[in-house]
């Protein structure tokens, strides 16, 4: 184990390369970081308060917007999930030889990042690395996570006692993009023979490439600054560029039209998101000809509650009304390719073991492992941030 100092400041940059690339280090444990989710109904109202803390949302509120995890019996899938996918990174790590263990925070339901912070110091760890569950690049998807490190080791009082850095947002990672080829090949050919059973063989599919919506000033902001990204967004651009990745490694898609959609999108109504919502998507689909339709949730490494309720209730009720045949491709939630990609995220940062090459399968990555000055800024006042180039905390 690493043994803590407690220098009064520290370089973010310090064995950083011009691109972003940190140093291999020798790590005590491996934090997966997520979002979190209530387990049964009494949970539900205490979640969201979590969720929208500072918001000052009242709790009725609140209960119109709890509906859907009140369908699925208060219990969000996402815990049960990352204890998954926690214990198949356990066994990959060991069927690697690698002696990492896996701890398991999120940041708006227990277990808590910060309790999971202190157990892991009271353990005797003083380098930890971050995995989140989130892989694009956004103020919600990235720093935000790191601003909840960074808040939580200050109140912890570890900050300089103990070290978290974090994998680099795997977005266009093989081991992320591989079973969305998978899934979409396996649900064109569902779509297509629901065609064929109606009697449509040569019905026109269109493919929906869906992610979580955010309002379009945290898209404006997302990504390094100074740097031109399609659309103006490094978050929109990511999600583009996979979709291209996916479309061009499967011949069955070959001619089909496609485009990125959103979904999830809350808040007040006169904020402007990202569009189109998947719904009004689909609901343009039969005045353009389109019999079938694939829905792909690109922007969900699970099956969460917006993937759920969104996707499996709200979007398909939809292709049903309008007699649309349709499939919805998985997540690559534990699929053995996204289970040893992280596993290959996690090599990349250590010295044992160490995996020198990084693959990216579009242009804009491999993404970094420090983030630019600035990087998906927060629009409603700076925090304590890790492993960024402007951090102030996170660093013995």
Known sequence: ???????????????VSEDGVMAPAEYDAILLASFGGPEGQEDVIPFLRNVTR??????ERLEEVATHYRANGGISPINEQNRAL?????????????????LWGNRNWAPYIKDVLQEAYDAGYR????????????????????EDLGMNLVETGLDKKLQVDKVR????????????VEGVRDSLANVRAQLAAAGKENGKIEILFSTHS???ADAEAAGPRGVEFEEGSAYVAQHLANARAIMD????????????????????????WLEPDINDAIAELPAKGVDGVVIVPLGFVSDHMEVIWDLDTEAMDT?????????RAPTPGIHEKFVSGIVDLICERTVENNIAVRPAVTNLGPWYDVCRPGCCANLRGEKPTIAGADSTVGRQ
């Open 214 to 216: 955010i309002p379009t």
């Open 54 to 59: 500072g918001r000052g949302i009242p709790d």
């Open 127 to 146: 380098r930890l690395l971050m995995v989140t569950t989130s892989v694009y690049s956004c103020y919600s998807s990235c720093r935000q996570y790191r």
């Open 1 to 15: 184990m690493t043994s803590p100092s407690s220098p009064a400041a520290f370089d973010p940059l310090e064995g």
């Open 249 to 272: 490694r499967i011949p069955e898609a070959a001619g089909l039209d496609w485009q990125l959609v959103y979904q999830s999108r809350s808040g007040s109504p006169h904020t402007p």
């Open 319 to 327: 292709c049903s009304e309008l007699g649309l045949a349709a499939h």
């Open 86 to 102: 926690k214990a198949a990174l356990e066994a990959e790590l060991e069927r690697r030889g690698i002696a990492l263990p896996v």
């Open 169 to 180: 947002q795997y977005f266009d990672h093989p081991g992320f993009v591989e079973p969305f």
